[in-house]
């Protein structure tokens, strides 16, 4: 089928879809803590974008609660608890590098072109347009993963979990029309209170051993008395 076949509501679907891929591959090349915050959030937009769209087309009016939940928890209230979070373990001016960055990149193409060719079969089997957003989601849960295996610090593999929830999310909303508002306002729920032992963690860690770099956790060994 044609792009021009496609109505205002699947191309705007595909569109933002687009937009959440970006902004994975933007965060695995995001050195700086303060700025993967910040693509964090922007993808939480992209979200409550899609969630708004497909209230309005559908139509389907809880879904407005729904993307009114997302802007206030993925776009205002979490990335400003992790912002506040790195400056007080005073972590927000630190640049982590990024080894083997060319080959991070190729990676994370080849995972998108391998998530649209598992999921080609799921797509033969349904007639919406929006059902390209299954590859699109099942890519940014794998970049979400290569975003937690490449990087060293603590606080990046948390944005990559929660990066992974975003691509869950976003499968639920643009390809079964939206999930029950009940499952909708666990999920936020369960990913609020995960940020917050989170950062319970961070601080506990911190004090421990005055890093969050995942290496030196791996170098931890118990000390006999």
């Given at each position: 089928m044609p792009v021009p076949a496609y109505s205002v509501y699947e191309q705007a679907i595909l569109f933002i879809a687009a937009l959440v891929v970006f902004t994975s591959f933007l965060m695995l090349g995001q050195k700086r803590l303060s700025g993967m915050i910040h693509l964090f959030a922007a993808q939480g937009a992209l979200l409550a974008a899609t969630t708004a769209l497909a209230a309005y087309a559908l139509p389907y009016p809880h879904l407005y609660i729904s993307a009114l939940i997302i802007m206030a928890l993925k776009v205002i209230l979490i990335p400003a608890m992790l912002h506040?979070?790195?400056?007080?373990?005073?972590?927000?001016?630190?640049a982590e590098p990024l080894y083997l960055y060319g080959y991070v990149m190729m990676a994370a193409a080849a995972l998108v072109m391998f998530s649209y060719y598992v999921v080609e079969p799921i797509e033969h089997l349904s007639t919406l347009a929006t059902r390209n957003a299954m590859a699109v989601s099942l890519a940014v849960v794998?970049?979400?993963?290569?975003?937690?295996?490449?990087?060293?610090?603590?606080?990046?593999?948390v944005i990559g979990f929660m990066a992974i929830e975003n691509?869950?999310?976003?499968?639920?909303?643009?390809s079964t029309q939206g999930m029950p508002m009940v499952v909708e306002l666990g999920i936020a729920f369960d990913v609020l209170v995960a940020a917050v032992i989170f950062g319970v963690f961070f601080f506990h860690i911190r004090s421990s051993i005055d890093?969050?770099?995942?290496d030196r956790l791996n170098r931890l060994s118990e000390v006999e008395p």
């Amino acid at each position: 089928m044609p792009v021009p076949a496609y109505s205002v509501y699947e191309q705007a679907i595909l569109f933002i879809a687009a937009l959440v891929v970006f902004t994975s591959f933007l965060m695995l090349g995001q050195k700086r803590l303060s700025g993967m915050i910040h693509l964090f959030a922007a993808q939480g937009a992209l979200l409550a974008a899609t969630t708004a769209l497909a209230a309005y087309a559908l139509p389907y009016p809880h879904l407005y609660i729904s993307a009114l939940i997302i802007m206030a928890l993925k776009v205002i209230l979490i990335p400003a608890m992790l912002h506040r979070l790195i400056v007080r373990l005073d972590m927000h001016r630190d640049a982590e590098p990024l080894y083997l960055y060319g080959y991070v990149m190729m990676a994370a193409a080849a995972l998108v072109m391998f998530s649209y060719y598992v999921v080609e079969p799921i797509e033969h089997l349904s007639t919406l347009a929006t059902r390209n957003a299954m590859a699109v989601s099942l890519a940014v849960v794998l970049l979400g993963m290569l975003l937690m295996i490449t990087r060293r610090q603590v606080v990046t593999h948390v944005i990559g979990f929660m990066a992974i929830e975003n691509g869950l999310f976003f499968a639920a909303v643009a390809s079964t029309q939206g999930m029950p508002m009940v499952v909708e306002l666990g999920i936020a729920f369960d990913v609020l209170v995960a940020a917050v032992i989170f950062g319970v963690f961070f601080f506990h860690i911190r004090s421990s051993i005055d890093s969050l770099d995942v290496d030196r956790l791996n170098r931890l060994s118990e000390v006999e008395p």
